[in-house]
């Protein structure tokens, strides 16, 4: 099976940083997705890592450790629309299936 | 470019009765493509894999003869709640995978279901 984590929800304030973590235990893994989903809607691609490291695109950035089973989305100079749920989803080349974790909804105040 | 629609966006039924969702790839071939369902609140759950041409499998749990599915070309896959009922009302999405493109997958807007 597979267990894939995130915090439920996360506060932060307009401007500021906030990471999200994804810790994840899993077989056959190829990859790392975040998405941003607004409410109601589909979810938008925001990063895929593969390799570990720091991948950085624009105040998004994403980070992987395939041996520690852990990546975090980092989201700088926050905005009000920033606000929305971030799912991290594990990518296995067999059957090219994604498994979500819970998401994290993120609530920006002012 | 790579934009997938679903129709219709939204759609109520009667308990009883069958709805049908269509996915489609509107600018490019999708080999293969997926149907998520997701809960109020809940993250995307995988229910099936529909490949063109071929059967659709579906993931532990989700009945099959329920949800029907049908990928009959490159660009569109469809899937039918047959016999709904309240508990099926969801947020149903789709997504496509980019042909030749392992990891590349397109989601669409989703669909809400009520069944009143």
């Known amino acids: 099976g597979q267990n894939i984590d995130q915090p439920t929800e996360m506060t932060a304030t307009e401007g500021a940083i906030v990471q999200i973590n994804c810790t994840y235990q899993t077989s056959g893994f190829n990859g790392l997705f975040w998405y941003q989903q607004h409410a109601g809607e589909a979810p938008t691609f925001l990063s895929y890592n593969v390799l570990d490291g720091l991948e950085e695109k624009g105040r998004f950035s994403s980070f992987l450790s395939r041996s520690k089973g852990y990546s975090y989305l980092l989201l700088k100079e926050l905005q009000m629309k920033d606000s929305a749920s971030y799912l991290c989803?594990?990518?296995?080349?067999?059957?090219?299936?994604?498994?979500f974790g819970g998401g994290t909804r993120v609530l920006v105040k002012p | 470019g790579a934009v997938v629609s679903q129709h219709p966006s939204r759609v109520i039924c009667k308990s009883g009765t069958s709805v049908k969702i269509e996915c489609r790839s509107l600018?490019?071939?999708?080999?293969?493509m997926f149907w998520y369902r997701q809960f109020p609140k809940q993250s995307l759950m995988l229910m099936a894999t529909?490949?063109?041409?071929?059967?659709?499998?579906?993931e532990q749990g989700v009945e099959k003869d329920k949800f029907l599915i049908n990928h009959a070309s490159l660009t569109l896959s469809t899937l039918t709640v047959t016999s709904a009922h309240p508990e099926d009302s969801s947020f149903y999405i789709c997504s496509a995978r980019v042909r030749d493109r392992t990891y590349e997958q397109y989601f669409g807007p989703g669909t809400r279901l009520t069944v009143t």
């Open positions: 600018d490019f071939q999708a080999t293969t």
């Open positions: 529909s490949n063109e041409g071929s059967k659709a499998t579906y």
């Open positions: 989803a594990v990518f296995k080349a067999a059957g090219n299936k994604l498994t």
